[in-house]
């Protein structure tokens, strides 16, 4: 059974106790006392303290920051699933029925309402992960055009479709816009973005893209994969600034295989230059560094939020995989908070 630690970096943070929203609610319905807020904030952390050494969760150093009920916000999270097939034993990373498993319950235990993921072959392969009783799937509609077998220790494997999309709580509605296909540059190896509009009931709506961009330009502009990665920047930037220029707050998640919060980043520099006005962007993790592996110490998975998203931010965690236990996915689940 995966153990995973939630850990709440606190850059920006108030002066009170982190209270997982899920859990505050479900505590406060449990009781149904009728106390004020602070007095259910106090009890439920200290209960929490005392529980979390029977559960045996590993948790990294917390912050405090402003805890918030459920239903007054919106969790949105951020998870490559690497190469996550269809079937048993198919693609770069072959898994087991167990796996899926296991993969299955960190899904749950995220409860997000919004999950961008990357790198799943269909959305057969993706409902192995996101219960479909919950979510609903939407992914990109580029077939692409895998080939060739894998490396590493799977070298045998054929590689399969990698591609991008969302899993949806499926008590939220949603428009599907057109996938964003000019992150493709003609190339079938490459990803169309996604591109949805929450409408969350009796809350403002939220519109999102979930991308994942050239890999192997993490920094600079040596690489070889560079020039590619620039390339897709222009086509990004259009839709950050016609997002911009609408009425509804927006969020850029996903894959960027940038490190984005290194100081003085080309390509951050680029797309936050605040023009227009709501382009002026918050980038979730900055600040942070991850512990998902100790040899990076910079994010590329990122969740980058407009002028008014970001002003609704309330909390970022990253998502780790407990001490011991196998890393299911080379990435871990990053996930922002923000109010409704």
């Known amino acids: 059974m995966p153990r995973l630690s939630p850990w709440f970096p606190g850059d920006e943070a108030p002066s009170r106790a982190v209270i997982p929203a899920n859990e505050l609610v479900e505590s406060v319905r449990r009781r149904g006392q009728k106390r004020s ?54 693609g770069c990373q072959p898994r087991t029925d167990a796996d899926y498993a296991a993969m299955r ?57 990698q591609a991008v999309g969302f899993a949806i709580r499926k008590t939220i509605a949603f428009d599907r816009h057109a996938d964003v296909t000019s992150l493709v540059l003609g190339n079938p190896q490459l990803r169309s973005g996604v591109d949805i509009t929450l409408r969350p009931a009796g809350a403002r709506p939220l ?59 080309r390509i951050w520099s680029e797309i936050d230059d605040g023009t227009p006005a709501n382009a002026d962007l918050r980038l979730a993790d900055a600040g942070t560094r991850p512990k998902c592996d100790p040899r990076y110490d910079s994010f590329i998975d990122h969740i980058v939020l407009d002028r008014r998203a970001g002003a609704d931010m309330l909390s970022f965690a990253e998502t780790l995989y407990g001490k011991d236990v196998k890393h299911y996915s080379d990435h871990c689940p990053v996930s922002v908070s923000l109010a409704r």
Not at 43 to 66: K, Y
Not at 119 to 147: H, K, L, N, Q
């Open 207 to 265: 519109r999102l893209l979930s991308i994942h961009l050239k890999s192997g330009c993490f920094a600079g502009d040596t690489a070889k994969a560079c020039p590619i990665l620039a390339e897709q920047v222009p086509a990004l930037e259009a839709w950050i600034d016609a997002a911009a220029e609408a009425p509804v707050r927006f969020a850029v998640l996903g894959d960027w295989n940038r490190r984005l919060g290194l100081e003085g980043d």
């Open 105 to 161: 319950q960190i899904a749950d235990g995220l409860d997000a309402d919004v999950i961008a993921f990357q790198e799943a072959e269909s959305v057969a392969a993706a409902e192995r992960v996101f219960d479909p009783a919950r979510y609903a799937i939407v992914m990109e509609e580029r077939a692409g055009a895998p080939s060739g077998t894998c490396g590493g220790e799977h070298k045998s494997q054929r590689v399969i479709r």
């Open 37 to 90: 807020m602070n007095q259910r904030l106090l009890f439920i952390a200290a209960s929490l303290l005392s529980l979390s050494a029977c559960a045996g969760a590993e948790q990294a150093p917390q912050h405090p920051q402003l805890a918030v009920p459920h239903d007054r916000s919106l969790t949105l999270t951020s998870w490559n699933l690497e190469f996550l097939a269809e079937r048993n034993g198919d």
